[in-house]
């Protein structure tokens, strides 16, 4: 009822169905007649030398994470100095000579050429596309998606953002580093494990879905840790994806990778930038900067109770603001999807090339044309007092632009468009001088209204900065107009601009605890633990009140059979469907219960690496786990040179135990099952040990049971 | 092997089984036909009305246990300064009239009165001694204590802290603490429940182990949440020892509640110690105030990648330390076990009553004789640049003692032993000035020893604050003897006090993710989250090399059947015992298996809740859970009456979809499945369908497992 306020219906919501393609992770441990030799020659000592490799891994996954991002952080800086510098100083000789439109050119030269070369790196891998957040997503829900783990995305997505972002596209790098992180976590121990075994130990390292899926988790944290400088972040937000069963030692060696990578970048980067190495100053690539009253001042509070209720009203707002992000961007996608991408692939890039264009113009002209001149306010040095400090301000300070403004004031739209995105965030969290209202209402428009363009070409592209400039120019707005014309004169802009950031980004990716935390470990600053909650849980009740999170929407629109948090009430009336009769795994299901009915054990299931195997002489666990994760297809094996008649025992493969619900299960249990453990498939057992079907995550999809609820409701 | 270097041997390790007496909590969602009828009812409106009371519970739950923090700190904080600003005054005025006998004799007045009634109220309810963070433990592992959540235990156990550590027992309030918010959070709800019926809700609210079990957690994370301004650190612990399947709903919720608590308590603290009502400057009970470069000093860092190696050495000898602690301590509770329990109730009033006396002689004593008067550092101000930080300051300067020392020194002991203990922490991490490594050695030799004879008595007393002020002498004697006799004059000390106290704290508690997190937001610092991560883990490995965690030891003393969080690699060699035969829960599913043998259906288990309703007429969900959470004993009811030949059906009231096990599944799937979904009894299911067992809890301890697989090498 909700969705037709923002335009959509609830057959446009339904229009696309999750697609049967998809197959799900297996992370249930299949404990088969190999695996069991395998575990013979386990012992406790053996296991602890396991545990110690996998501590290692995450180390070198949380330190190549890391230097993955420095690489990003690197070339970003170093492109946009140049492309900055260059224009800057073409504008202010040109603002005398009065050849402007030379200064536009050079810029346009910059940022085209740029996002060409982002649109065709992801010509080569289009899964590079994109934030890399849904995929990341889906992969830890437990659904395989081609060619997400692979390291020519991560070349592609790696290379790709750094032209994207530097090519002044209203897009950021953190998405994009935490797709990198994982692919880092799936791809480093597989390299390893192929090493370590040439050096003989007697059992291959982890070569299971489950543990691969163990490791992109610690790749997703490092990413997120890499990008904001937010280890437990990063750890809670692999956790609220990934969301298998709480396994402690698998969290703290999450957080260890997370600590790895914010470290490594932090080391690197102080390093480089300050010439200081071995001190850690800057934890992540997008920093808060330091919140904090100027020491004269000491009434000054960053917030107080009083201000909560205006938080309340800007995290109202902030989830309006994203719905409709959301509502317009899935529009677009939709378009997209209809019009663009089944054209040849050029048209593709000449669609990145046009919205850099746009973006481009509206960023000089709007700089030139919109800005007003401020006075340059005498305490706009935030404060000196501490190193970490005065980096912030250097760089407040020196990312403020004077373009066409007299001396002792500065043109204040030039200063958050002609600057790079982290630079103007900075501006709105710490910049005392003033911004007009008329110049954040504009700015926030054309930005908001250029980056939903954006999310959705084909380059890589991130969402939370944009998100957050966006929202604080929101907040800083709100700031201003509570001080100007409401005359509360006490209260923090940059808080204001803050929870503006974060309202407007839980409005648009609706997540939950991690977020909270992420932007509690960007800020630094424990404080603001509870107005950050509090906005982001307003957020996200009013934007679901009309849409999905933008990640989800993009999850959908691809038809990813994802499994939601947890069932809804009106779920449980009824058991589950299951898929039954022939077919699928029901076929492999009944090879074990022939086996069944001899008398000899109980219900039995098959992986496909143990129906390959099963052609062939007994294989081991390492020769079963040797092909991994690409098995041949079934269709190629060559079964004419056998003899016809030959009988194929797969008992050995079979997985003695598996799970099993009997038929009368609800959905909730079900589905709690299914998901806790990973599974990807649930046989369905009735009272006297019979199968009579198999629950795939395809039968627990929400579409499905809402589908299945309205036959429930039309039945009766 | 290793632990007969402690002097500990396998044997003794054995000593104590887990009793069988104690009944699980039953997570498990148990969809009989009265559940189904509620169900039936159930749309998703009234969905989330549900939904939107649990979310009013946790915030009322956080605002309770904040109060009850503000109650405790109150008056620690009040007669703290009572006891010591009389104390004072009159060592001041004996100094010079020599009659310090006087004084001494005063304070020990004060500190045996306080002591004497915390070890009454623990006489009255002797579940409240200790920290209480055991008993959480238990109870979220799923093991159902009595006593712990109840009412009583609240009201004695928090005063009963609130005189221990204002009796100057070297305990803190921290545990404590915790499970205050734990009993809040199991008592609130269903309080709310009683008079919502009244207002007439349809169906009753949280009258089950499941809901009460996580307003438990709740509860438990916002005690650690206002005990140390943590509010992720109390989630995370939360979900550390809960440990159930990652439910991100909840996990919100928890923080949500654990901001709560923290802010509420942050509120009035502002308000009531400074005044600036609506202002947050104060986050927990625990503060390690800010730690900060002085501003003059541009080379100074907290710690550099190089400190990195120090901090590794202190994680070892922590955990050595935190070793040494826990062995002493195990064999004084033994000793306690065998000779104090047993004799009337007043003998453990006397020992505390001891240990108290002692106590205060020592910390006399020690203040007036051990002491080196120091010169007064100019620069022990730390900074004065904004409010929160002249709190430290202040807090720090005033509790300087100079005692005996000539104008311009101070007594470097007394500053430690003659202040609350929090203060002493705050010295060692912030006081420029130096202490003399003799005194820090002392002062760590004198504290060890008697925190560790006082955990244990019969008070209530918490560890955090003890282990943390204990290990920060070590720290800063490290920094001392690395500054002065190494010479590396870059260091900064309060960093090694930290490291220190991080070090000892992980060597004696053992927790991961959860300590590491509340120390970070102590510190409200993220920086140091490398440097404390990695301390903790070596301080955790090496300290894991010779015994358990303190808490485990007193849980494993008091024979708790706790179930570990994973089980080791050798016990997957072969299945699971099952209890088999007559007896427990096996007769129940027999009642089930009647009923299936007649073909009607499935397998089904009933609980004692439906078995007592059997004998009554058909009875609705309310009223099976109107009793919740003491139901009338099965040996209670009167069956005399009834007609024998009578036949009871307790179909209605069984469980028609229990998960199940085949007889063949592995101990680590057994284990996985039991843990994650919180399940009480599994009942172990044949090929045909045939009932063969029942694994309970006891089943699954290590201490079983073990046994089992030494009998597997012995058969071999």
């Known amino acids: 009822m909700a969705n037709t306020i923002l335009g959509e219906t609830q057959e446009e919501e339904d229009e696309i169905l999750p ?9 249930d441990r299949c404990i088969n007649d190999p695996y069991l030799e395998v575990l013979e020659t386990m012992d406790n000592k053996k296991g602890r030398r396991y545990e110690a490799v996998k501590w290692m891994m995450v180390f070198a996954i949380g330190v190549c994470t890391g230097l993955v991002g420095l690489f990003v952080d690197f070339f ?54 994109g934030s890399g957040i ?38 950021g790098k953190e998405g994009p580093m935490i797709h990198s992180g994982a692919v880092v976590g799936a791809g480093l121990p597989q390299f390893q494990s192929i090493s370590l075994r040439k050096i003989q130990f007697n059992f291959p390292y982890f070569r299971s879905d489950r543990d691969k899926r163990d490791f992109v988790s610690a790749g997703a944290a490092a990413g997120v840790a890499a990008a904001f400088g937010a280890p437990i ?94 509502c317009l961007n899935k529009r677009l996608a939709k378009y997209r999807m209809r019009n663009v991408h089944p054209k040849p692939k050029l048209v593709r890039v000449l669609e990145s090339l046009l919205v850099s264009l746009v973006t481009t113009v509206v960023v000089f002209m709007a700089s030139m044309v919109l800005g007003e001149c401020r006075q340059m ?33 500065y043109n ?50 991130g969402l939370f900065v944009p998100s957050l400039l966006c929202g604080a120019a929101f907040g800083r ?58 906005t982001l849980m307003v957020a996200k009740w009013t934007g679901d009140f009309f849409n999905k999170g933008i990640y989800d929407i993009h999850v959908g629109l691809r038809g990813v059979p994802l499994l939601e948090w947890e069932t809804e009430v009106e779920m449980d009336k009824g058991q589950p469907e299951v898929t039954r009769g022939p077919g699928g795994l029901w076929k492999r299901a009944s090879v074990g219960q022939d086996k069944r009915g001899h008398g000899e054990s109980g219900l039995w299931t098959v992986s496909w690496s143990g129906l390959q195997s099963a052609s062939q002489p007994r294989l081991s ?47 909730s249990q079900v589905f709690n099952l299914f998901r806790t453990m990973g599974l990807r498939h649930l046989p369905v057992v009735n009272a006297v040990g019979e199968i009579v079907g198999i629950i795939t995550r395809h039968n627990l999809t929400f579409e499905f049971l809402h589908a299945r609820l309205r036959q429930h409701y039309q039945t009766i």
Chains 1, 2 share one sequence.
């Open 19 to 27: 697609r049967k393609d998809y197959e799900s992770l297996d992370y």
């Open 377 to 409: 306010s005498s305490s706009s040095q935030i404060g000196n007092d501490s190193f970490q400090l005065q980096v912030t301000s250097e760089d407040v300070n020196s990312s403020i632009k004077t373009f066409f403004c007299p001396n002792e004031t």
């Open 477 to 534: 707005l709100v700031a201003n107009v509570l001080k100007s014309y409401i005359g509360l004169g006490h209260i923090y802009s940059g808080t204001f601009a803050l929870i503006g950031a974060a309202a407007f980004l839980g409005g648009v990716v609706r997540m939950t605890i991690s977020l909270t935390v992420i932007l509690i470990e960007s800020t630094n600053e424990i404080t603001y633990g509870l107005p950050i909650m509090i």
């Open 76 to 129: 970003v800086r170093l492109f946009s100095q140049l492309k900055f510098g260059v224009v800057q100083t073409s504008v202010e000789e040109c603002s005398q000579k009065g050849c402007l439109a030379l200064s536009l050119l050079e810029l346009l030269g910059f940022n085209l050429t740029f996002v060409f070369l982002a649109s065709l790196l992801v010509l080569i891998e289009p899964v590079a596309a």
């Open 134 to 171: 849904p995929e990341i997503k889906c992969y830890l829900n437990g659904v395989k998606v081609p060619g997400i783990v692979r390291l020519r995305t991560l070349l592609c997505k790696v290379f790709g953002v750094l032209f994207s972002v530097a090519g002044g596209l209203f897009v």
């Open 412 to 461: 204040d739209m030039a200063t958050l468009f002609f600057n790079p995105q982290e630079s103007a965030i900075l501006q709105l969290f710490h910049q005392d001088g003033t911004f007009s209202p008329v110049t954040l209402a504009l700015f926030f428009a054309l930005y908001f209204l250029l980056a939903c363009w954006t999310y959705g070409t084909s380059v890589p592209s």
């Open 233 to 326: 972040g990063g750890t809670l937000f692999s956790l609220e994806e990934g969301s298998s069963f709480w396994n402690q030692g698998l969290t703290w060696k999450v957080l260890f990778c997370s600590m790895s990578a914010t470290f490594t970048l932090n080391f690197f980067r102080s390093g480089i930038q300050f010439g200081s190495w071995g001190s850690f100053q800057l934890p992540g690539l997008l920093n808060f900067g330091e919140f904090k009253c100027s020491d004269s001042d000491k009434k000054c509070h960053l917030w107080t109770a009083m201000d909560l209720g205006f938080f309340v009203v800007m995290g109202v707002i902030g989830g309006l603001l994203g719905a409709t992000f959301n």
């Open 621 to 667: 666990y390492a020769e079963m786990a040797e092909d991994y994760p690409r098995y041949p297809d079934i269709h190629d094996l060559d079964l004419t040179l056998l003899n016809p008649r030959m009988i194929v025992d797969v008992t050995p493969y079979m997985n003695p135990s598996p799970f099993t619900v009997s038929p009368n299960t609800h959905v």
